[in-house]
């Protein structure tokens, strides 16, 4: 049986953490290192097999291009390489790319194909929230059921945890308790840059952060081609291993600690409008599980190994 040894770059953080324990129950993953991001490359043994980068973009933009060229792959939880170009990179994350080859090669690590996971160098894992939104717009997508370059209104709700372990003024307890707290409204986000790669809407967005340890729960409506129906969009198929379709409207709690993700869609016929709302955890399908399901296609295992 193949055996795999794994490095962990930010470990110490909330996704970190949560890859670091499942990988070390992982059947095909014989080691787990978790050196501490100050390290940087003298951190990784030259014998790790792949790494995950846990770490904020700037730390991950500038680490992965010595461990590919190194020949290590990479899975990259940042954010750092989902942008596709130079100049998408830096509207979204403020700062200019050091390493701007990489953002065209990297896979992207939702609704990639097997084969290009198997064969990738490095994929860059989505974010938290274009992972809730592009589980429901993927599908309807694919099967050409959107309108064309259409306004898709959307909002999302997430957990505290979202916006890392270090402390600031507004994930503070007095700022998050008993509150809900918009911020970067409407196309300020750096994870729309994330869906409009990959589906052809134009993007209006509303975060918040609620006094939830971990979850997220998001909803948004598309207008659909005339003649789509509740009947195809209830036929549609999974967009993985760990996507389910539900009958009502899903509930953080039943998807937390877990990597599913729950998508429900419902068609307001008077105006020919998708409602879609997905529930997920942010640090697991948000983060942690599904980078490590992307491990598994790299490694050409069935996405679930480790995981159910």
């Known amino acids: 049986m193949a055996s795999y040894r794994v490095c962990i770059v930010g470990a110490s953080g909330y996704s970190g953490a949560e890859a670091a324990a499942i990988l070390r129950r992982h059947p095909h993953v014989s080691r787990v290192d978790t050196p501490e991001s100050s390290a940087g490359l003298a951190g990784i043994g030259d014998d790790v097999d792949a790494v995950l980068l846990a770490t904020p973009a700037e730390v991950a933009a500038e680490l992965a291009a010595p461990l590919l060229a190194a020949g290590r792959r990479v899975v990259d939880i940042s954010g750092a390489h989902r942008a596709g170009s130079a100049a998408a990179h830096r509207a979204a994350y403020g700062f200019d790319h050091p390493h701007p080859q990489w953002l065209a090669d990297a896979v992207y690590g939702l609704g990639a194909s097997s084969a290009e996971r198997a064969s990738a160098r490095l994929i860059a894992n989505p974010g938290c929230y274009a992972n809730g ?79 939830l340890r971990r979850g997220m729960l998001i909803s948004g409506s598309v207008p659909l081609r005339a003649g789509v129906t509740q009947a195809d969009l209830d036929a549609l198929p999974p967009l993985d291993a760990f996507w389910k379709r539900v009958a009502s409207a899903p509930e953080v709690h039943a998807v937390a600690h877990t990597p599913w993700i729950h998508v429900h869609y419902a068609l307001d016929v008077a105006s020919q409008r998708l409602l879609f709302v997905t529930a997920l955890d942010n640090l697991s399908r948000g983060a942690a599980t599904h980078a490590i399901a992307n491990l598994n296609a790299m490694w050409q295992l069935p996405e679930t190994t480790g995981l159910d």
Do not use: C, W
């Open 133 to 211: 939104m592009l589980s429901a717009l993927l599908p309807v997508a694919r099967a050409g059921f959107l309108v064309p370059s259409a306004v898709a209104d959307v909002t999302g709700i997430s957990g505290a945890s979202g916006a890392g372990k270090k402390p600031t003024d507004r994930t503070h307890f007095m700022a998050v308790a008993e509150n809900l707290m918009p911020y970067k409204t409407l196309r300020a986000h750096q994870h729309v840059v994330e869906v409009e790669r990959a589906v052809d809407v134009r993007l209006l967005f509303v975060p918040i952060v609620a006094p």
